[in-house]
């Protein structure tokens, strides 16, 4: 079995912008809860980094057209200054 950490980790460098937990629990087919878990070690390692509502606005193509993020719903992405996978 892979290492769930490992396995977010993946999710996120496949993607070409941030996740939320839902999006990420149903790609590694876990509990949101237990994935929201998850996420929160790795940015406690500093392995993932959250972003805030402003910071995630600016990633995504309909921010035009948008009334921001529901504020449960963080976005994460893979830290640039990880090491390893």
Not at 44 to 71: F, I, K, N, T, Y
């Amino acid at each position: 079995m892979e290492d769930p950490l490992n396995e977010i980790l993946r999710c996120l460098d496949r993607t070409s912008g941030p996740l939320c937990a839902s999006q990420l629990a149903q790609a590694v087919n876990a509990p949101t809860d237990v994935v929201e878990g998850m996420l929160r070690t790795l940015v406690s390692m500093g392995r993932v980094c959250c972003l805030s509502e402003d910071q995630a606005c600016g990633w995504c193509p309909l921010r035009a057209a948008c009334d921001g993020l529901p504020a449960e719903e963080r976005l994460y992405y893979h830290s640039p200054n990880r090491t390893g996978t």
